[in-house]
Nanobody, 122 residues
Framework: VQLQACGGGLVQAGGSLRLSCAASGRAFSGYAMGWWRQAPGKEREFVTS????????YYADSVKGRFTISRDNAKNTVYLQMNSLKPEDTAVYYCAAKPGSYSYVPGDYDYWGQGTEVTVSS
């Protein structure tokens, strides 16, 4: 599975962005998907994940209520809608894929995209 993330950019605090991650290769619907982020000087942290069907989602407390993950298996794409953005959301955002059930453990993910940068100004 190859993953290509896009949609990052510069936005003011309180604004919104939607990230997309397009997958190619093996059957997309067989993979749970996740979004992770890494801020400068910090470790990569879990943001959200979604099950293969899209029926189950899991969010980090820091983004709960502001971010929404979704997927379109017909388009082989997962999305991350980010609302009410804060300066602390500034990071490079990565999408990742794993076979089977969704997870918030980074080591469970087999495939990673190249990342897209999000900068939130105050």
């Amino acid at each position: 599975v190859q993953l290509q993330a896009c949609g990052g950019g510069l936005v003011q605090a309180g604004g919104s962005l939607r990230l997309s991650c397009a997958a190619s290769g093996r059957a997309f619907s067989g993979y749970a998907m996740g979004w992770w982020r890494q801020a400068p000087g910090k470790e990569r942290e879990f943001v959200t994940s979604i099950s293969r069907s899209g029926g189950n989602t899991y969010y980090a407390d820091s983004v709960k209520g502001r971010f929404t993950i979704s997927r379109d298996n017909a388009k082989n794409t997962v999305y991350l809608q980010m609302n009410s953005l804060k300066p602390e959301d500034t990071a490079v955002y990565y999408c990742a894929a794993k076979p089977g059930s969704y997870s918030y453990v980074p080591g469970d993910y087999d495939y990673w995209g190249q990342g897209t940068e999000v900068t939130v100004s105050s």
